[in-house]
């Protein structure tokens, strides 16, 4: 027993508190209350807890993924399957406008695709085009580096001429370092046959050609010249053609 006024204890029929000193007569005596119950940890969720559909919230972040084809298919998977699980459990489950959240996406990555198709399939052959032609404008302006180095390096070197070592020509800055590795922007480089007029002497003749290294794919035609400085062309992109009857680059 319990005083209804201050909550101390009340001896067996006491009609006044000890505590307080408050006639306890005539009214019902308040009664402790009960302690709530104790939370238990990994108890169940609580009464009216209504979970979420795994299925429903794959879905959508798949679907977040539309643009990555095998993505967009699982989100419509998911989406598919979480709605009918939500439809059986009868309102014990819920997710619905997840599932039909990632079902959009995913249609959406479908029809999305084939467009990404089909500019990638105008856009590659293109950018392709434009890298082979930069590549061959490189090789062209190679030959013509290489040609503007030999002449160079001939007036100040009279007792060896022309030089067939791209070391030569690079110790003596000519070249950069990437045409003395003997390949510059898809294409490989050739100086050979450097003959003189007679054993011993200065050389006075030189062969170099360019050509690319995958043809179709790096560039077309190969480029060459000599000591004439006139650069000629093959359109098959090979060297050895284009040094035997190669034409004039227009």
Request: proline share 7%; with cysteine; net charge neutral.
């Amino acid at each position: 027993m319990f005083c209804r006024h201050c909550g101390a204890n009340l001896a067996p029929g006491a009609y006044f508190c000890a505590a307080c000193g408050k006639d306890q007569t005539g009214s019902p005596v308040a009664s402790a209350p009960a302690p709530s119950a104790p939370i238990i940890a990994g108890a169940g969720p609580p009464a009216g807890f209504v979970p979420t559909s795994g299925k429903a919230i794959g879905s959508l972040i798949c679907g977040l993924f539309f643009f990555m084809f095998p993505v967009a298919i699982v989100a419509i998977v998911l989406g598919h399957l979480a709605l009918s699980e939500i439809k059986r459990s009868a309102g014990r489950m819920k997710g619905e406008g997840l599932a039909i959240g990632g079902l959009v996406l995913g249609y959406l990555g479908i029809v999305f695709i084939p467009i990404i198709l089909i500019i990638a399939a105008i856009a590659i052959p293109n950018l392709l085009r434009a890298r082979m032609a930069a590549n061959e404008t490189s090789a062209i302006a190679t030959i013509r580096t290489i040609n503007l180095a030999e002449m160079t390096y001939s007036s100040t070197h009279s007792d060896t001429g022309f030089t067939c070592s791209l070391s030569d020509l690079h110790q003596a800055g000519l070249i950069s370092d990437s045409i003395a590795a003997g390949h510059r922007n898809g294409y490989d480089l050739l100086l050979e046959n450097c003959d003189a007029e007679k054993p011993g002497g200065p050389g006075v003749k030189y062969q170099v050609a360019v050509w690319p290294q995958k043809y179709n794919q790096t560039g077309r035609r190969a480029f060459c010249s000599d000591e004439t400085n006139v650069v000629r062309v093959n359109p098959a992109g090979s060297p050895e053609d284009c040094l035997e009857r190669g034409e004039p680059l227009q």
